[in-house]
């Protein structure tokens, strides 16, 4: 810590400046440099020679689970690998905007694709307004209230549906990809875990990475920023526990006995990221030298969003939460996801290692 203190202080002395001022430039910089990756899809060259329909999407990954469920720091381990892209960048910009379904960028998908809230800057101005969450949908959309609204199946598979999302997916393939014959597209779209079925008629060789998170962790994180908590916190953890529990229902039984598919605790990987990190890649049939892989990169890339999630894997992140959640909101948890929380071996603390680390 002291060297921490001693460096504000030679870095303020030698630039006449604040250190508050510092960050501020950095993040301004931080913002300049993300926007220019992030649009490079309006002006990359290949747009203008490589016509999107020639390129081929092989083998996409999607790592499915809840907001705030930890997808945000494992999907940045798997993008450091040399082949992968995502929806702002590849190997040497790993740690932009990464979700497909609320990006701005792609707000002109089709209703079926998208996660439209208030907070994404995605609204196209003539959204349902829900009466009891207005126009809000983060942490709602698996509710039963909500959820027949983002499902998809196999049998709502239209010829234009699979075209246009396969067009998204190819205009970033065509942006970052370094080699297109090689490339891999890679997403942590949450709402997708509710699509599995489409997904897997779209995309026969998909992979899919289920991660979850200790309930009583992630629905009491989750529920405290909602508005719905302010006016009802007892209604607001019941919302938020019936979204989870939907989420890893649907998930679980969508890929039942599927060899495309992992499934994984956040717990289990933060207690031992680089074993982890080796069944991830092996299930992905990237060999890599974990070790070598982490040396090369000990700090987020510049640019980079959410700038707290890489190393140190932080391995006591739940206990915040697990320590303040009221004796109420453990008991509706419980109520709503009884079956799925036994079966997934979490408990009101902090689990133990598991051996959930398994091809489904």
Known sequence: MKYYHKLKRNYALLNNTSWSTFIQEKRVLD??????????????????????????????????????????????????????????????YWAGPDELHNNRRFKHLPNQFTLRSPGYNN??????????????????????EMIDQYRLTDTDWTPELDAQLKKSIQTCLRTYADDLSSARFQDMSQT????????????????????????????????????????????????????WYNTFSYALSDTKNCSNTL???????????????????????????????????????????????????????NDKYLKAIPQYAKDIITREGKELIDQLGYTETTPQLSNSFDTL
């Open 123 to 144: 609204m196209l101005g003539n959204e349902t307004h829900h009466p009891e969450f207005k126009h809000e949908r983060a942490f709602l959309y698996a509710t039963d």
């Open 192 to 243: 997708f875990s509710l699509k599995i079925p489409f997904l897997r008629r779209c995309f026969p060789d998909a992979q899919f990475i289920i991660i979850s998170r200790n309930p009583y962790a992630v629905c009491w994180k989750e529920v405290q920023t909602s508005l719905a908590f302010l006016q009802n916190p007892m209604r607001a953890t019941q919302l938020a526990a019936n979204h």
């Open 263 to 317: 499934f994984l605790r956040f717990e289990d990987f933060i207690q031992s990221p680089q074993d982890q990190l080796a069944k991830i890649y092996t299930f992905l049939n990237e060999p890599t030298d974990v070790s070598k892989l982490l040396e090369e990169h000990p700090y987020l890339p510049k640019g980079s969003i959410s700038n707290k999630k890489w190393l140190p894997v932080n391995s006591t992140v």
């Open 31 to 92: 913002r300049i440099i993300a926007a220019y990756h992030t649009s490079k899809i309006y002006w990359h060259p290949r747009r203008f020679y490589r016509h999107n329909s020639n390129i081929k999407i092989q083998k996409p990954i999607f790592l499915l689970g809840t907001q705030g469920g930890g997808l945000t720091l494992i999907s940045r381990f798997i993008r450091l690998l040399p082949n992968m892209v995502y929806i702002s960048g590849n190997a040497r």
